[in-house]
């Protein structure tokens, strides 16, 4: 607690304990009733305050202003202990309602903690210890152990392991050495590090989740946005019929004054807007925080809600649902072992810079590789070369085939290699992209949260594609796209989707820009490091982990459920209130129940969501 | 130009949606967004304009809730 909010509580302990002594004793009864002004005024000096600056200022219908004339007219209706009952509990909910906003506050600033405050740089005066914002791109500085990296940089010495928990979430530490990039944010826990910087501050991956998270309340969910056009309406309305109230049934001889007086107070006390404008955002906030902090960014409320309604789910394929990375996944050798064809395969290939050809060596567990002697490549059809006296292909079918030695035609999907040797067909190899592992259970995730249906969306061949679509269990597959292909396919898909879901489009974010854009809402994947994709995508999954996704949409869902559950609560409660004093029912507790109480539920309710567990 | 500002003790969720309105009605103003939690305005306003406007945007949040205060930083 704050010392501005000590103090209220001790206002109100004090307060507290003078009401309760004159509620038992007899100083409390009768013509002693000006004493109950003691506490009310210790406990509501400065709301009075406040409602006459304000009223001066022209803000009628401001919650000080309510509350002053509900427990000034409730004094004067001769009702002295409910009207500093109403003041003393009023302030009681303020005070709640600060700590507790506080505290969300201080948890989503949790998150600001990635903040460097410092860069150790190298320079000629020696290791100098200056703010990250002044590092120039090339300069080399040293991470100790314990330290958080400041800037983004390439490893230039040392290797040691990275805590990524406060970007991705992920708790296992990831190993860098030499070589590596190595992002801005992460704890270096083991050994020192020596960074060449590769970006400034102001581009580094921390200060793009910051500026992200702080500025994701701006883009507001409807939710939101309904509550705050509600609230704007609602206390000039409740104000007014209270007036009415009060006024209109005494003048048709209803009843006598001090009746319809006392039922328009109450009004007064529930036409406090507040629970109604703190439960939704505060839901909000809790959402895309307890989001980050698993790793997923969400970049405004709006990006929430959709999320929780997803009908869709359109896929990239390489990088996304495969690793990016290819590798040769199947051997078909003719007439030899596998090793003789591997090593052939590789001999040939050992000149070339060609990615296939570098899987294939890859491969290849044998070395030394037999001699070259000579190579040349045949663009788009493979190489030929000499080794060890041998005169080697490999490569397409048609070379092959040109070169008068048949071959069968391979049916696996990805690039498949022809290889020869002095004439004689040795067999094919398949170089492809992999599924990466956890995809099919991230998909089979996504089935049991509700998406309807799975799309892939790939530029790659047909049976590349398929094979991928196969493995991984997706409905739909769409290939040879070309980026332009992707957007209409995406327009397509948007047309076909029940009116009131989302169509997500799930990215690398590397070239999906348009689509992402495209779609209702935009996931790019992996983004540690990847400008384009935190610039283009509405959600960002930090690691490449596709199961967060499922995750996302679980925790979006949760949001809206609990802000509908705030809305209900609140405009319920406040809604029979008003009905019960209407008709006389309800006195003047229920009504700061009703404003104070439903505050109060509501943001422990919307405090949930900060709390995310881990499912 | 746009930029945010911190607005210190921000306590009323209710008067940040006033001042949001309340600020978005002044002249020069593009776009303004007060966030409650996050206790944060953002103004994007013309440029010419944009000192006084802040100027007059510190006026608006003390005239609405006295306690706040908006920090230029």
């Given amino acids: 607690m704050s010392r501005k909010q ?23 009864e009768g013509a002693w009733w000006p004493l109950y002004l003691i506490p009310y005024g210790l406990v509501g000096w400065d709301v009075l305050l406040r409602a006459g600056k304000n009223m001066g200022h022209g803000q009628l219908f401001d919650e000080h202003f309510l509350m002053s004339v509900a427990t000034i ?3 004067a209706c001769g009702q002295a202990p409910e009207a500093v009952a109403v003041m003393l509990f009023y302030q009681v909910g303020e005070l709640f309602q600060s700590v507790a906003v506080g505290r969300s506050r201080r948890s989503i600033a949790g998150l600001m903690e990635l903040r460097p405050d410092w860069a150790y740089v190298e320079r000629a005066e020696g290791l100098c210890q200056v703010d990250p914002e002044e590092v120039a791109v090339g300069e080399v500085i040293q991470v100790r152990p314990g330290e958080r990296i400041p800037l983004d940089g390439e490893v230039v010495e040392g290797s040691s392991s990275l805590d990524t928990a406060a970007l991705t979430g992920e ?7 030499p070589g590596e990039q190595a992002a801005s944010g992460c704890v270096n826990l083991t050994g020192l590090l020596r960074l060449r910087v590769s970006r400034p501050y102001a581009d580094s991956t921390v200060a793009k989740i910051l500026d992200l998270v702080e500025n994701a309340g701006e883009k507001k969910a409807r939710a939101e946005q309904f509550i705050t056009r509600f609230a704007r309406y609602y206390t000039p309305v409740v104000v007014w019929a209270a007036v009415a109230l009060a006024v209109l049934p005494p003048l048709l001889g209803m009843g006598p004054w001090m009746m319809w007086v ?3 107070l109450n009004f007064l006390v529930v036409s406090c807007p507040c629970a109604l404008v703190i439960s939704i955002p505060l839901t909000f906030f809790g959402g895309i925080g307890g989001a980050s902090r698993r790793g997923i960014l969400v970049k405004g409320g709006n990006y929430l809600e959709g999320l929780a309604k997803p009908s869709v789910v359109a896929f990239d394929k390489t990088g996304t649902l495969t690793r990016g990375v290819f590798s040769v996944t199947q051997v078909c050798p003719a007439g030899v072992t596998e090793e003789e064809l591997l090593l052939w395969a590789a001999a040939a290939e050992q000149s070339s810079n060609h990615p296939v050809a570098r899987c294939v060596m890859q491969a ?14 045949l663009a788009g059809r493979g190489v030929r070369s000499g080794a060890e006296g041998h005169i080697l292909l490999a490569g397409s079918r048609r070379l092959l085939e040109e070169a008068g030695i048949p071959c069968p035609e391979g049916d696996a999907p990805g690039t498949v290699v022809y290889v020869a040797r002095d004439g004689q067909y040795l067999g094919r ?10 995809a099919a259970q991230a998909l089979k995730d996504l089935k049991a949260a509700g998406v309807s249906a799975t799309v892939l969306l790939t530029g790659d ?24 292909d992707k957007v209409a396919q995406v327009e397509r898909l948007l047309q076909e989707k029940a009116p009131g879901t989302n169509l997500v489009y799930v990215g690398d974010g590397i070239n999906d820009a348009p689509v992402l854009t495209r779609a209702d809402i935009g996931v790019a994947m992996g983004a540690m490091g990847s400008d384009a994709a935190i610039e283009a995508a509405d959600v960002v999954l930090m690691d490449d982990d596709l199961s967060k996704l499922a995750e996302a949409i679980r925790i979006a869902r949760r949001t809206v459920t609990i802000a509908r559950e705030n809305l209900v609560l609140a405009l319920g409660i406040k809604g029979l209130v008003l009905a019960l004093s209407a008709v006389g029912y309800a006195n003047l507790w229920m009504a700061v129940f009703a404003d104070v109480g439903v505050t109060v539920l509501a943001i422990l309710n919307a405090a949930r969501m900060l709390y995310t567990p881990k499912s | 130009m746009k930029k945010s500002f911190v607005l210190m003790d921000l306590e009323c969720a209710h008067c940040a949606a006033k001042m949001e309105q309340a600020i978005a009605r002044l002249e020069g103003v593009n776009q303004v967004s007060v966030n409650f939690l996050a206790q944060r305005l953002t103004l994007d306003a013309q440029d010419d304009k944009f000192a006084a406007l802040v100027e007059e945007a510190g006026k608006i949040c003390k005239k609405i809730e006295p306690d706040c205060r908006l920090v230029v930083k």
């Fill in chain 1, 73 to 75: 007219g409730a004094f």
């Fill in chain 1, 262 to 264: 006392q039922r328009a």
């Fill in chain 1, 461 to 484: 061949n047909q049976a590349a594609g398929l094979a991928v679509g196969q493995a991984l269990g997706i409905d739909r597959v769409y290939a040879q796209l070309l980026p332009g």
């Fill in chain 1, 171 to 177: 708790s296992v530490p990831r190993a860098v050495g």
């Fill in chain 1, 6 to 28: 000590k103090k209220m509580l001790w206002r109100i302990l004090a307060a507290g304990a003078l009401f309760l002594l004159l509620g038992v004793t007899p100083l409390g």
């Fill in chain 1, 364 to 377: 290849c567990p044998q070395r030394p590789l037999p001699q070259l002697e000579w190579a040349e490549e």
């Fill in chain 1, 429 to 438: 190899l398949t170089v492809a992209d992999q599924p990466k592992e956890g």
